[in-house]
């Protein structure tokens, strides 16, 4: 019996080890996975919380959560620190453009310039100074936007107003007609155009949009020409654009208002199927 004994807590204590060294491994895992994503700045990061101890699952939920909030920090003082040089920039040129324009206006008025060689190139010089006036002033939209008025919005009427205006289009909602994210109505429904305009404007002929829960989570995918991999990290960069007639302020304004409304707006690296480009929109919890 005795010998027994020993051998049933032989067995025991390597199994023990064996499990100990096998879990051990899967920690160090996670953390250089973890270490890797945080030095490529990718803070989406969300590791798994099975197979683990109570105290390790708390940890690896608490630094899920940790990721999401460095990400929502730093997409904040990325557009922060854009509007600042928007505002700087606008300011510049409109102060530099308006002395152009006022200048050429009253030459192309003086009797002894109409009908002469000179006419035309100061009206060149006039209408390129309007058209740059114009061109900046759709900047101020970054710096003046209003506070955002949130209320639980419920997502399915938001998204048939939005079709309407679209009907061409060709649209897969999978949206339940009870889902509610806490939102201001307005910007969302401005978001959720510019990202159709975007697609129409890349080809598109397919909307999707997708809810994922429990987490307050919208999927917006098209299946126009995909975005081209050298542009991926500046597409939310204001002034950037890669269109020939865009003028680069739709996704940056658009990041702007979802993180006003204390969410985020983000391309992700992997489209959902039978799509080329998805972007992701996260909402804060719902307001009781």
């Given at each position: 019996?005795?010998?027994?004994?020993?051998?049933?807590?032989?067995?025991?204590?390597?199994?023990?080890?064996?499990?100990?060294?096998?879990?051990?491994?899967?920690?160090?895992?996670?953390?250089?996975?973890?270490?890797?994503?945080?030095?490529?700045?990718?803070?989406?990061?969300?590791?798994?919380?099975?197979?683990?101890?109570?105290?390790?699952?708390?940890?690896?939920?608490?630094?899920?959560?940790?990721?999401?909030?460095?990400?929502?920090?730093?997409?904040?003082?990325?557009?922060?620190?854009?509007?600042?040089?928007?505002?700087?920039?606008?300011?510049?040129?409109?102060?530099?453009?308006?002395?152009?324009?006022?200048?050429?206006?009253?030459?192309?008025?003086?009797?002894?310039?109409?009908?002469?060689?000179?006419?035309?190139?100061?009206?060149?010089?006039?209408?390129?100074?309007?058209?740059?006036?114009?061109?900046?002033?759709?900047?101020?939209?970054?710096?003046?936007?209003?506070?955002?008025?949130?209320?639980?919005?419920?997502?399915?009427?938001?998204?048939?107003?939005?079709?309407?205006?679209?009907?061409?289009?060709?649209?897969?909602?999978?949206?339940?007609?009870?889902v509610m994210v806490c939102a201001d109505p307005n910007m969302l429904?401005?978001?959720?155009?510019?990202?159709?305009?975007?697609?129409?404007?890349?080809?598109?002929?397919?909307?999707?949009?997708?809810?994922?829960?429990?987490?307050?989570?919208?999927?917006?995918?098209?299946?126009?020409?995909?975005?081209?991999?050298?542009?991926?990290?500046?597409?939310?960069?204001?002034?950037?654009?890669?269109?020939?007639?865009?003028?680069?302020?739709?996704?940056?304004?658009?990041?702007?208002?979802?993180?006003?409304?204390?969410?985020?707006?983000?391309?992700?690296?992997?489209?959902?199927?039978?799509?080329?480009?998805?972007?992701?929109?996260?909402?804060?919890?719902?307001?009781?």
């Amino acid at each position: 019996m005795n010998v027994l004994l020993y051998i049933i807590i032989g067995c025991l204590a390597v199994v023990g080890v064996v499990w100990f060294w096998r879990h051990q491994r899967s920690l160090r895992v996670r953390a250089h996975l973890m270490q890797e994503a945080i030095r490529n700045h990718d803070f989406t990061f969300r590791l798994p919380t099975n197979r683990l101890l109570p105290g390790e699952r708390a940890m690896q939920e608490t630094l899920n959560q940790l990721g999401d909030t460095i990400r929502q920090q730093v997409n904040q003082n990325e557009v922060e620190s854009w509007e600042r040089l928007t505002r700087v920039l606008t300011h510049e040129i409109m102060n530099a453009t308006a002395p152009i324009a006022s200048i050429s206006q009253s030459l192309l008025g003086r009797p002894d310039v109409k009908g002469t060689p000179l006419e035309e190139g100061i009206h060149a010089i006039f209408t390129t100074s309007q058209h740059l006036n114009t061109f900046v002033d759709s900047y101020r939209k970054l710096s003046q936007l209003q506070q955002p008025a949130l209320e639980n919005v419920l997502l399915s009427t938001l998204i048939h107003d939005v079709q309407q205006l679209y009907s061409n289009m060709t649209w897969d909602s999978a949206v339940a007609d009870d889902v509610m994210v806490c939102a201001d109505p307005n910007m969302l429904r401005q978001i959720l155009i510019n990202l159709v305009k975007n697609a129409i404007e890349a080809g598109a002929r397919r909307i999707g949009i997708q809810h994922h829960g429990p987490a307050p989570l919208i999927l917006v995918s098209n299946d126009g020409q995909p975005i081209p991999a050298e542009a991926r990290k500046s597409i939310f960069v204001p002034f950037f654009t890669t269109k020939r007639t865009g003028s680069g302020i739709g996704l940056s304004l658009s990041r702007r208002m979802m993180i006003q409304q204390g969410g985020s707006l983000s391309l992700l690296d992997q489209p959902q199927n039978g799509y080329h480009t998805t972007f992701a929109l996260e909402f804060q919890k719902q307001q009781r």
